[in-house]
């Protein structure tokens, strides 16, 4: 399968500051890419869909200027959690679609970063 | 953050056994289905996916079945192994719109294979 990379895999940051993490796709082009949030015994829930282009496109209660999204290349995404809190710590997972937008397009995952906000 | 008293459904099943993982899905107009398997720290990993103008579909040691009357998937693992002790998601692909095509993923199973 497809692979996906994600920097940093872990990362704790005091309260506050702001966090990037880099989602790639190392061996196909991908215009979109998806990042989850996922609580521990939690499943994973959307929080944007990615393009790149173009503006990322929000799902309902996500604060689009907390989790700023860059997708500039066909290969990088970036979310930055903005004047990270404590209750933004969890599990972030992003993945890169390979396909041009159809039902069956596959979506391959990164590994995930952990954030711990103290 | 986390929920409160919130648990996963788990699964225990001896070495060896067949594991039969279920899951309910909500919208009918979802076309395609994934299973993932996620470990401990790590993303989850595409184990076998169906689309929906089938009803089963096998893979090595994998078997995925679709009821699209109930919207019901099933996962069944024949002869399970350690190894594949981990929290298993379904996911259904639906657009909004007729063309963005996202994943909603269910709540996850916990399988747990004993020696």
């Known amino acids: 399968g497809a692979v996906v990379s994600q920097h940093p895999s872990r990362v704790i940051c005091k309260s506050g500051t702001s966090v990037k993490i880099e989602c790639r796709s190392l061996?196909?082009?991908?215009?979109?890419m998806f990042w989850y949030r996922q609580f521990p015994k939690q499943s994973l829930m959307l929080m944007a869909t990615?393009?790149?282009?173009?503006?990322?496109?929000?799902e309902q209660g996500v604060e689009k200027d907390k989790f700023l999204i860059n997708h500039a290349s066909l290969t990088l995404s970036t979310l930055t959690v903005t004047s990270a809190h404590p209750e933004d710590s969890s599990f972030y997972i992003c993945s890169a679609r390979r396909g041009s937008g159809g039902a069956q397009d596959t979506q391959y995952f990164g590994p995930g970063t952990r954030l711990t906000v103290l | 953050g986390e929920s409160v008293g919130l648990h996963l459904p788990t699964l225990s099943v001896q070495e060896g056994d067949n594991s039969i993982i279920n899951c309910a899905y909500s919208n009918s107009a979802s076309d395609y289905f994934i299973w993932y398997k996620q470990e401990s720290g790590k993303g989850p990993q595409f184990i076998i996916d169906?689309?929906?103008?089938?009803d089963k579909r096998q893979g090595q040691r994998v078997t995925v079945l679709l009821n699209k009357t109930v919207k019901h998937l099933s996962l069944q693992i024949a002869a399970t192994q350690p190894g594949d002790s981990a929290v298993y998601f379904c996911a259904e692909n639906a657009a909004e719109g007729g063309s963005n095509y996202k994943l909603t993923f269910g709540k996850g199973t916990l399988l747990t294979v004993n020696p």
């Open positions: 061996d196909f082009q991908a215009t979109t």
């Open positions: 990615s393009n790149e282009g173009s503006k990322a496109t929000y």
């Open positions: 169906i689309r929906s103008n089938m």
